[in-house]
T-cell receptor, first 116, second 115 residues
Framework: DAGVIQSPRHEVTEMGQEVTLRCKPISGHDYLFWYRQTMMRGLELLIYFNNNVPIDDSGMPEDRFSAKMPNASFSTLKIQPSEPRDSAVYFC??????????????FGPGTRLTVL | DQQVKQNSPSLSVQEGRISILNCDYTNSMFDYFLWYKKYPAEGPTFLISISSIKDKNEDGRFTVFLNKSAKHLSLHIVPSQPGDSAVYFCAVSMYSGGGADGLTFGKGTHLIIQP
């Protein structure tokens, strides 16, 4: 299995620009999670989906952030407009309900976003 | 307010000795406790977990202990090896009955194994 795939691996953009991060979960997984890692706040959950439906988006910091999952094999996290404080590493993770309740999540390699 | 605290940002241990990483949590409703390991420029990888109905779980060199009354979790690595040098995250979850939930992470402990 290829694991969780994220693109791009690095993104540098200017303040005010739109940024789109992409994720392909592990085939057959029915949960998809977006996390953000910063020095100040550590790893924090932004939003997660079950069977392509958003379940909890309470971690999304502002209306500038939006996430979609149009099908079981693709999700996007969009920031519009981007700000320097959005600079962070963004991780996508997926999991499968039938692995049991331990909620073992498989993480992608992350996208390092720098907003100048 | 942090729900999961890892009070040691870093820990240095000699190769072959025991590494003990600690984690405290605030909410007694958490059901499941996990440890993740992270190397630079990679995503976290699952290491070991324990449910609230147990107080110990072993997997090879790794053992997780849970003290529910103290709301304290620890990870023991015996013996420590150079490849264990990484950042270790404690994570907690509530099983909502119908499926998975997002994880709440501590800020991590950087474990350095000295040769």
């Amino acid at each position: 299995d290829a694991g969780v795939i994220q693109s791009p691996r690095h993104e540098v953009t200017e303040m005010g620009q739109e940024v789109t991060l992409r994720c392909k979960p592990i085939s057959g997984h029915d949960y998809l999670f977006w996390y953000r890692q910063t020095m100040m706040r550590g790893l924090e959950l932004l939003i997660y989906f079950n069977n392509n439906v958003p379940i909890d988006d309470s971690g999304m910091p502002e209306d500038r952030f939006s996430a979609k999952m149009p099908n079981a094999s693709f999700s996007t996290l969009k920031i519009q407009p981007s700000e320097p404080r959005d600079s962070a590493v963004y991780f996508c993770a997926s999991s499968h309900t039938h692995r049991g309740p331990y909620n073992e999540q498989f993480f992608g390699p992350g996208t390092r976003l720098t907003v100048l | 307010d942090q729900q999961v605290k890892q009070n040691s940002p870093s820990l240095s241990v000699q190769e072959g000795r025991i590494s003990i990483l600690n984690c405290d949590y605030t909410n007694s409703m958490f059901d499941y406790f996990l440890w993740y390991k992270k190397y630079p420029a990679e995503g976290p990888t699952f290491l070991i977990s324990i449910s609230s109905i147990k107080d110990k779980n072993e997997d090879g060199r790794f053992t997780v202990f849970l003290n529910k009354s103290a709301k304290h979790l620890s990870l023991h690595i015996v013996p420590s090896q150079p490849g264990d040098s990484a950042v270790y995250f404690c994570a907690v979850s509530m099983y909502s009955g119908g499926g998975a939930d997002g994880l709440t992470f501590g800020k991590g402990t950087h474990l350095i194994i000295q040769p």
